[in-house]
């Protein structure tokens, strides 16, 4: 496992834009495939974080969850095992705590839900109002 930090969170109006950022230490000789999930206020039947976004580090494939396609864009960062996650267009029901996760690039076979995914960050939030 690695350490994930995510930064950048915040507070922005519907249809602005905000950048969050997840750097990962810990094993720097490995590389990681990172992705991001959500979880909003908690609702009935409410059991997983929702994916948003999966970047394949090998391949440099990336996924995005439907509602989010078209709106969101997941990059590397220059530093490794470093994403950040742009974020535009955004909606009120995008409010929510977005977490980092990483797996083992040799490891990681392309699931998108959290199960396939052993590391995980603190959390950031967003809040987007309308």
């Known amino acids: 496992q690695v350490t994930l930090v995510e930064s950048g969170g915040g507070s922005v109006q519907a249809g602005g834009s905000l950048r969050i950022s997840c750097a990962a230490s810990g094993r720097s000789d490995s590389s990681y495939s990172m992705a991001w999930f959500r979880q909003g206020p908690r609702r009935d039947g409410e059991k997983e974080r929702e994916f948003v976004a999966a970047l394949d580090w090998s391949a440099g494939s990336s996924y995005y969850g439907d509602s989010v396609k078209g709106r969101f864009t997941i990059s590397r960062g220059s530093a490794k095992n470093t994403v950040y996650l742009q974020m535009n267009s955004l909606k009120p029901e995008d409010t929510a705590v977005y977490y980092c996760?990483?797996?083992?690039?040799?490891?990681?076979?392309?699931?998108?839900?959290?199960?396939?995914?052993?590391?995980w960050g603190q959390g950031t939030q967003v809040t987007v109002s309308s």
């Open positions: 996760a990483a797996e083992p690039a040799t490891s990681w076979y392309g699931g998108l839900t959290p199960s396939y995914f052993n590391s």
